[in-house]
C-alpha cells in the first residue's frame, strides 16, 4: 500500500487514548465505491450478470439440459432469441444457467484461496523467521510452474467436478494471495500498536484479526475482486479443454467447446456465451481497478 491506515483496534485504545468515532468497513467502503467510476460501472456489471443468474427460472420457459433434436442448429428467432444448438437447447437459457454455475464456482474457490492466502500471508508477515523462509520458498515453487499446467494435473489425478476444482483452483491461487497479502502485512507488522499487542502477550491469532486484518482490509478486498477475474477465466478454459464441467452442464467453456465446429452455421451458440464471459471479466477488473486507484493500492509493489 502506498501508505498505512490509522491504526484500529484494542491497541490504538491503550496507546493512544479513545479512538474517534469512525464509520464502519462497509459505510467506507460504500463511500469509496461511490468516488470510483470504474469501480460503479464494474460492481454494476457484476450485480446484472448476479441477479441474471438468480432470475434464469424466471426469465425462459426452456430448461438448460433438455433438448429438441428437431430444433437443432436454428437461428435467432422470436422462440429462441440466441437460437439453438446443435442438441436443440436454447443457447440463451443455457447462457443463463451457465452465470449461475460461473459465479457459484467461482464465489466458492476465490472465497476460499483469499481466506487460505490472508492467513498464510499474515502468519509469514508475523512470524517471521524460519516460517517465512519456508512458506515463501515453497510458494515460489508452486509459482515457477505454468498455472493451467497444474490445473491439469490436478483434474488428471483426482477427476472433474465442483469441489476438485475449487482444490485446484486453491492450490495454484493461494500463492499468489500470499504474496500481495504478506507484503501488505510486512507494512502493519513494524507499527506501534503491533508491538504493543505483543508486549502485552496476545496471541498471533488475535493481533491478526485485531490489528493486521483491520488495517490491510483494503488489499484484500481489492485482491479478491481481481483474482475473481482469474478464477473465471480459469475455469472456463479448463472446462473448454474438457477438464471442467460434464456435458450438458451449462458452462460458458463448454458450450464454446461443444458449438465451436458450427460457427458458421450458428455463431450465436459460441458468441453468447463469450459475451458473458467477457462481461463477467470486465466487470470484475473494473471494479478491482477502480477500489485499488480510490484506496490507493499499489499491487505492483505488493508482489502482482
Not at 461511490?34 to 426452456?62: E, F, K, N, Q
Not at 469441489?163 to 485446484?168: D, G, M, Y
Request: proline letters at 6%; aromatic letters at 6%; a positive charge.
Amino acid at each position: 500500500m502506498s501508505s498505512v491506515k490509522e491504526p484500529t483496534g484494542t491497541a490504538r485504545s491503550s496507546a493512544m487514548g479513545p479512538a474517534p468515532v469512525r464509520p464502519g468497513f462497509a459505510a467506507r467502503t460504500w463511500r469509496t465505491v461511490r468516488s470510483s467510476r470504474p469501480a460503479v460501472i464494474g460492481l454494476a456489471i457484476v450485480a446484472v450478470h448476479v441477479v441474471v443468474a438468480l432470475l434464469a427460472p424466471l426469465l425462459t420457459p426452456y430448461h438448460p439440459t433438455t433438448g429438441d433434436a428437431s430444433h437443432a442448429l436454428l437461428g435467432p428467432s422470436a422462440d429462441h432469441w440466441a437460437g439453438t444448438d446443435q442438441y436443440g437447447r436454447d443457447v440463451l437459457t443455457r447462457v443463463l444457467y451457465g452465470g449461475r454455475y460461473a459465479l457459484g464456482v467461482s464465489v466458492t474457490a476465490t472465497l476460499i484461496t483469499i481466506a487460505l492466502g490472508t492467513v498464510l500471508g499474515c502468519a509469514a508477515a508475523l512470524r517471521g523467521g524460519w516460517l517465512d523462509d519456508v512458506v515463501m520458498r515453497l510458494l515460489d515453487a508452486v509459482l515457477s510452474i505454468p498455472a493451467i499446467l497444474v490445473l491439469l494435473v490436478i483434474v488428471t489425478a483426482l477427476g472433474t467436478g465442483s469441489s476438485v476444482i475449487v482444490l485446484a483452483i486453491a492450490v495454484v491461487c493461494v500463492p499468489q494471495v500470499v504474496r500481495v497479502v504478506r507484503g501488505a502485512a510486512l507494512a502493519v507488522v513494524p507499527q506501534d500498536y503491533v508491538t504493543a499487542a505483543r508486549a502485552r502477550g496476545e496471541s498471533t491469532w488475535a493481533i491478526l484479526r485485531r490489528e493486521v486484518l483491520p488495517n490491510i482490509s483494503d488489499v484484500v478486498c481489492v485482491e479478491f475482486a481481481m483474482r475473481a477475474s482469474w478464477v473465471v477465466l480459469l475455469i472456463s478454459s479448463l472446462s473448454f479443454l474438457g477438464f471442467g464441467a460434464d456435458p450438458p452442464t451449462p458452462d460458458w467453456g463448454l458450450m464454446v467447446s461443444e458449438n465451436r465446429t458450427a460457427i458458421t452455421v450458428v455463431p450465436m451458440a459460441s458468441l453468447a456465451p463469450i459475451i458473458g464471459l467477457a462481461t463477467m471479466v470486465v466487470g470484475l477488473n473494473l471494479a478491482a481497478d477502480g477500489l485499488s486507484k480510490a484506496w490507493g493500492v499499489d499491487r505492483i509493489r505488493e508482489g502482482v
